[in-house]
DNA sequence: ATCGAGTATGACAGCGCTGTCAAACCTTTT
DNA sequence: AAAAGGTTTGACAGCGCTGTCATACTCGAT
């Protein structure tokens, strides 16, 4: 129960040094005494005391997932994702939320980060975005000499680790799939102007498009800001007039497709025979709509389990600044697969 | 950035433990002392080292949000009010899902709480639903000794803290809600059989539907499990017989609701005009779906903000334990309100 | 046998803080 | 003026662990 190294080490009548050397996987321990020691361990139901480990060696055996993300589910994935990279390297997480109305007095990001890493002062902390955006944010994390891994930057900044996902690519794999299908006028949604894969998701869409030699009308291309309502609004607009009706959407998330699926539901265009309706992030509503959507699943729990491999990772210790760029996954369901193509 | 309590001492000229006193706001500083150190340590921007606080005090500043839930919307908001709570006492929030594949051996929960806690020393735990009405990790904590709260438990287990909701009258009020409007006929699909809200929400169904002298018909009764097909399936069933089909479908979570809601549209019955539904715990679902879910919000962010307050506010450290009962509301949107009645 | 070069182990200080207990300093009361 | 009781302060040990450095032990090569 409360057991510490003393204890082990009488028990095993070796020294608290050697104890923790064992436990700590260090070498030059003989094979036996390590084996003996390690036994003693377990049945004197040995666990480290965090604290005193923390304060000996000055690490905290924390890293803090820093966001200020109104996507719980986003967040919600990276952090499952780090938590299970955090047990491989007995670490613990602390989600830290920025900009929480408790602290009203706040004035810059940057601030609020360093008030935040100075009570608290973990080992290395993971950006989500927007914040993995925000230099006010880095800024602070350099001059604290913070180890720190950014999800899902839109800039690729030199000298700082990150992993990422490639939007470009996913949105034309999208397009591609949906030019394979035939399709030769397709309507874009765009997603909010200040989110970066914004325009990552339009570029990529575009570059399939020409490369297919498929000419992207005025027309066919709509602002929307991620909102299942911009969807609607964008939807009603896209099939508007029947004669320059596209046959099919690509809304640059699901929300907005989800949008889409309800108006043409609503117009009685049947999704997918006359209408083949795609979106991106694969959220649980996807599943869940009538059709279900087509689109891209993001390596997001991967984002978060990797971005503490780069912080934890002995393997990876000196390696100074590394990108992961983690695959996606095109998700092939009903909403814009024609049935028996 | 690195100051400890010693410099701050020399600057103040008193001793370490003064700054202490001041520091954690104890009694018998004089007025002047204490503002001459809180004016050096802000100077000096003193923060504390909380694995060395913790050392001494053998106290870890930490408190773990135990779950093992597949809902990452419930999680996300019970942590959202949580961490909301700790920051107010000085503390942080350590999620700790139960029963990763990462840990194959783990036999018990039990075990698995045991292990966890021993490695990671929290002043307190929060447990969620269902891992609330877990005996195992009950047991196991009460054997460790550390203070913990149960969100949403189903039975009232005396000697324990917990926060929850009152199903029951929720499901009465919703059930009410649609008498008042007029309907007789009223359909019910009942959740998963081994979460504990599924028989609370029924109860209140039929306690409402006694009250008001209404027959609860076998017919108009389907067992679900939460999840959206089985609302899909349930509401097949329901709307099969145009002469017995129900004016309303009450289903027990949102998900089912939805299910409700699209099977609805594909057999071409208007809601709310012909068909009113109703679902349970307003998620994020419950105002994309058109037309818009009447629901009823459960106060989960609040159950994670007081749960911490239980645990951590000095005013109820006396208090044995105690049950704080959060209030619901009924959400009133589209899908269950007849247009001009 | 003797030396050197690892390899294995242990003694001890100290990380930054708090708890304990004693000392010093006030008041007020007699 | 002394005793009593309260308030304010400080000295010091020690929480459980790791880093440093010294010591002891092992083994092949001379």
Redesign the pocket.
């Given at each position: 129960m409360?057991?510490?190294?003393?204890?082990?080490?009488k028990v095993a009548?070796?020294?608290?040094?050697?104890?923790?050397?064992v436990?700590?996987n260090?070498?030059?321990?003989?094979?036996?005494?390590?084996e003996r020691v390690l036994a003693v361990a377990t049945e004197l139901k040995?666990?480290?005391?965090l604290?005193?480990?923390g304060?000996?060696?000055?690490?905290s055996y924390l890293l803090a997932l820093v966001y200020d993300n109104p996507s719980p589910y986003y967040i919600a994935k990276i952090q499952s994702g780090a938590i299970d990279g955090c047990r491989k390297f007995g670490y613990h997480l602390v989600p830290e939320p920025l900009g929480l109305p408790d602290d009203a007095a706040e004035t810059t990001q940057e601030e609020a980060v360093h008030r935040l890493l100075h009570r608290l002062p973990v080992d290395g902390v993971i950006l989500t975005p927007p914040l993995s955006d925000s230099s006010g944010v880095i800024k602070a994390l350099e001059s604290m000499n913070i180890p720190f891994v950014l999800v899902a930057p839109s800039g690729q900044k030199t000298g700082i680790s990150a992993v990422k996902m490639d939007d470009v690519q996913a949105a034309r794999e999208m397009t591609n799939f949906l030019i394979a299908q035939g399709h030769k006028s397709i309507g874009f949604i765009k997603g909010h102007l200040e989110h970066s894969a914004t325009a990552l998701r339009y570029e990529g869409f575009q570059e399939a498009m020409a490369e297919a030699n498929l000419k992207v009308h005025d027309h066919e291309v709509k602002q929307g800001d991620f909102s299942f309502r911009s969807g609607v609004v964008a939807a009603e607009e896209l099939l508007e007039d029947v004669n320059t009706r596209p046959t099919a959407i690509f809304a640059s998330n699901d929300d907005m497709a989800a949008g889409v699926v309800s108006v043409a539901s609503r117009l009685g265009i049947v999704v997918p025979d006359e209408l083949s309706v795609c979106g991106f992030d694969d959220t649980p509503l996807a599943k869940i709509l009538f059709p279900q959507l087509t689109t891209v699943q993001q390596p997001i729990y991967e984002m978060g389990f990797e971005a503490v491999k780069i912080l934890l990772d002995p393997a990876l210790k000196n390696t100074p600044a590394l990108t992961r760029n983690l695959d996606f996954k095109l998700v092939v369901r009903d909403s814009a697969l024609i049935q028996g193509s």
């Open positions: 409360k057991a510490t190294i003393t204890d082990v080490a009548g070796v020294s608290m040094k050697t104890v923790s050397r436990l700590n260090e070498p030059n321990v003989a094979a036996k005494t390590r040995y666990s480290p005391n604290a005193a480990k304060l000996a060696s000055s690490r």
